[in-house]
């Protein structure tokens, strides 16, 4: 039964956009869309980019894969780096193929890059990346925190690690703040006005149900093999080593944690997770649809 029933409001052949929380079942509600209506399903979701956490990141199953073509799900190795600007430019390349975007994820970082702008900051050089990594290994991200300008440290999270050493290394690599080269954003690659735009939302206390739910189905599925496929490559410095559960799972092979505790863990911070992403969501999407699920 579809989770989604407002297809007749929707342009059978104009952009959609999705966004939600964790385990809101936006994905899900994008497949409803494309076997209802047509188009291509494309990620929006920063951690959902690599290959080596299917299960764990709650990509889309091979039999969804099968049934609707998804682009942009798997197809990073879990050691590269993988910024904003880079999926503008692949979401650029598809949109050029004229398929129906049906463009889905919880990072609203890509949306608002999308449909705002984004500037074409230089890339940031390896050197200055690893020593953005040790000084998080060794002092924590909070040490970064101080070295930023304040113009930018007001804008971002900075609870947020991605998003401090983002803001670190570009002041670090170009000598100019973060902040300074968003004033420079060009035109959006999408017009948000010309989208149907979707925010799906719901209480907190089904989120938090569904996300429970969720990580008893991820066990079901083979999770804890998922994760000894990446133990013997594990680093906590890697890219995909920032999916929420990553080190809590490696923490239970290395028998560090009980099974209990793992569950216990995971779940709080995704719940956690989910928090963030309502909280920015709700802050930066208010002209986006909201669709409750129930």
């Given at each position: 039964m579809p989770l989604f029933k407002n297809f007749d409001e929707i342009d059978r052949n104009?952009?959609?956009?999705i966004a939600g929380q964790t385990a809101s079942g936006k994905s899900q509600i994008a497949m409803d869309i494309a076997e209802n209506q047509g188009?291509?399903?494309?990620?929006?979701?920063a951690i959902q980019v690599y290959k080596n956490w299917r299960i764990l990141t709650a990509r889309p199953s091979?039999?969804?894969?099968?049934?609707?073509?998804?682009?942009?799900?798997?197809?990073?190795?879990?050691?590269?780096?993988?910024?904003?600007?880079?999926?503008?430019?692949e979401v650029k390349k598809i949109l050029s193929s004229n398929s129906r975007p049906i463009i889905v994820g919880g990072t609203g970082l890509y949306f608002s890059a999308l449909t705002n702008g984004l500037v074409d900051i230089p890339?940031?050089?390896?050197?200055?990346?690893?020593?953005?990594?040790?000084?998080?290994?060794?002092?924590?991200?909070?040490?970064?925190?101080?070295?930023?300008?304040?113009?930018?440290?007001?804008?971002?999270?900075?609870?947020?690690?991605?998003?401090v050493q983002r803001a670190w290394e570009v002041l670090r690599s170009t000598g100019r703040g973060l902040n300074s080269w968003h004033s420079d954003t060009p035109k959006p690659?999408?017009?948000?006005?010309?989208?149907?735009?979707?925010?799906?939302d719901g209480k907190v206390s089904l989120i938090?149900?569904?996300?429970?739910?969720?990580f008893d189905q991820m066990m079901g599925k083979g999770l804890i093999k998922e994760a000894e496929s990446n133990l013997a490559n594990w680093n906590k410095c890697h890219p995909s080593s920032k999916a929420i559960g990553a080190?809590?799972?490696?923490?239970?092979?290395?028998?560090?944690?009980?099974?209990?505790?793992?569950?216990?863990?995971?779940?709080?911070?995704?719940?956690q997770y989910a928090k963030r992403q309502r909280t920015w969501f709700r802050s930066k999407m208010k002209n986006w649809e909201k669709y409750i699920i129930e």
């Open positions: 104009g952009p959609v956009l188009g291509i399903i494309i990620n929006a979701d091979s039999m969804d894969e099968a049934k609707i073509k998804h682009k942009l799900y798997g197809h990073i190795d879990g050691t590269t780096d993988y910024s904003v600007g880079t999926w503008i430019k890339e940031i050089s390896e050197s200055t990346r690893q020593e953005a990594n040790n000084r998080v290994k060794k002092n924590g991200f909070e040490s970064l925190v101080r070295e930023i300008d304040k113009e930018t440290i007001q804008k971002i999270d900075k609870n947020n690690p991605v998003r690659t999408l017009d948000l006005n010309m989208c149907k735009a979707i925010l799906v938090n149900h569904r996300i429970n739910k969720r080190r809590e799972l490696i923490a239970f092979l290395n028998n560090n944690i009980s099974k209990d505790q793992l569950r216990e863990k995971i779940i709080i911070a995704t719940r």
